[in-house]
């Protein structure tokens, strides 16, 4: 039995919701192509996780549009802990729609953009369509991604031209308010050449029971020289069901950095590829999760060499607990001709419960010879020496546990780059491991 | 400061099943410093982790008092909190977790909530302690022994022991792997904590060498997982000068190790 049916939304439906949002034509084919292609596409297989009868398809698809935040002064206690009142470059979207958006005014005369995606649809048509499912993520990889590319609901547009440097963090929030609306969110994050930026973002939603979807992707493109930081929390609650599918290009001399605080509470599958394209590019994907309750997670991290001395150090950290269980995939592919490429890798799941489960599985695809590469992958329980150490200061067992735990995350949760994030991070692991 | 007293009595410890200390007898006052020798092998270590409580030692008779509580009853950590200490002979190093951060929990953990020792005060003391020690005040920023070398190891544990200031402290080792240097070093922060605080100690030694900069007053020689001789500081000095070989004699003993089941 497969709970994945025909869906309620045809193309007459996304060419009507394309309409709704005055989006380009372009845009309107795009969504009823794949609207076909959804019906008729599988969908995907990650390694070591049945997906099959995850909800999928249960979800509402549009709602009301959520009330506006007039000043980071006044936002509601629910986003309270993820603003610094400082930040003038932040976009907050509420059930899918614009809430709050700022942007500094310098940034904005050099041409930066921040914006949701309807907006940059409307506004910077032209350019959203060079890099809105071309190069990186494809419409027809798999029956999730022909279904975001019917019906994304929203997202940002980030755009930062050749040779500017952004020095303070761009910040978006996306806040599913309403229970039962998915989150079809589509963020794409382009440094032109000899740029460089840092983004966060955050996903939020309450719903521990309701059903919903996020069915999210992110395409990062690092030009030439480009340098980009990319931080995430993701917090969506049991209800959700997620997909998410992060990926990166990056061109010659070029670095694009990941640090993923990947918290929900439901039934997650995560992708975070990395193509190294350029000569010289290089990438330090790091991911960090707390699995509790039934959950079960599936996160895949993959780095694929193209050009020549390109570089990736892909990190994984896990704490398991409950009935939880996460798989954990490293993947370091090589191509021919990419000579002097290093793929290296570190996979480690920390199990804190008897009933949790979990795995690492290191992969390298290597088909070059001049090569260097390496990985490390572990399962194992909190060691009682360390705890006998600690506790022999007069620590006790629950407090060197708690130590150790937010130790063995820690390399991860300080590459979060913006400071109230990264105390958000600490809270919710704290939340999900007492 | 208050008087500690640790009364160990007949005490014998097994490792998986097979028995290290065979009774063992040593009462330790405040101001007491006691040194342990012997040669390897004949039960100093298990000692020192059986009083701490080293989860993979089993006290199979006898009793450990500390001001005349059970230490047997109490946990690891309450042992630590009643005013026992043992610097480690291999501490573990504990990624992601700051030397600083790590001393800081040590000491609110003998503080009640809400009376937490105060950044300000604590990193003055902390500095103080670090420049005592000639440590870089790196350490303190790095992750607990991790990368540490076998000194900065040492210099770390006697670190710890000055900004805990325990009742009764046993010193495993410590003197393992040091160059004269970092040993007067270590001697040093000893020696202050001993006039400072009225320290009692438990000195687990091979070795002469540190007992020349901190003088015990009492010298207990151990062998065969039992304590088979005791004097003043001379009986360390005789150790050095002529070896164990005359005790053993004197004692009929020809295999000194603890003999292995």
Redesign the interface.
Known sequence: MTTVTKLPYDETYVTEFSKENNEPAWMTELRTEAIDLANNLELPTPDKTKIHRWNFTDFKHKSAAGEAITSLDNVPEALNDFIDKENENIVILRNQSVAYASLNNELKEKGVILTDIFTALREHGDLVKQYYMTDAVGKDEHKLTALHAALMNGGVFVYVPKNVEVTEPLQTIFWQEDNELALFNHVIVVAEESSSLTYVENYVSHNEEEPSVANIITEVFAKDNAKVSFGAVDHLEAGVTTYINRRGMVGNDATLDWALGQMNEGHTVSENETHLVGNNSSSTPRTVTVGRGKQTQNFTTKTMHYGLDTDAMISQRGVMTGRSTAIFNAIGKIFNGATRANAEQESRLLMLSGKARGDANPILLIDEDDVTAGHAASVGRV????L??????????E??ER??I??????VVNELPIETIKNQLTQLIEGKIS | MADFTLEIEDLHVSIEGNEILKGVTLTINSGEFHAVMGPNGTGKSTLASAV????KFEITQGSIKLNGEDVLEM???E???AGL??A?QY??E????TTS??LR??IN??RDEGDEISLMKFIKEMDGSLAELNIDENMAQR?LNEGFSGGEKKRNEIL?LLM?KPGISILDEIDSGLDIDALKVVAKGVNKIREETGLGCLIITHYQRLLNYVEPDYVHVMMQGRIVKSGGKELAVSLEEDGYEWIKEELGIEDETVEQA
């Open positions: 060691d009682e020496m360390q006998y150490y600690m506790m022999s200061r007069g620590i006790t067992r407090e060197a130590l150790i937010h130790g063995f995350l820690d390399p | 701490m409580g080293h989860p946990e690891v950590d042992r630590a909190r200490f043992l480690m501490p573990s504990i990624t992601g977790v951060d790590f929990s040590s953990a003998r992750y710890q805990l």
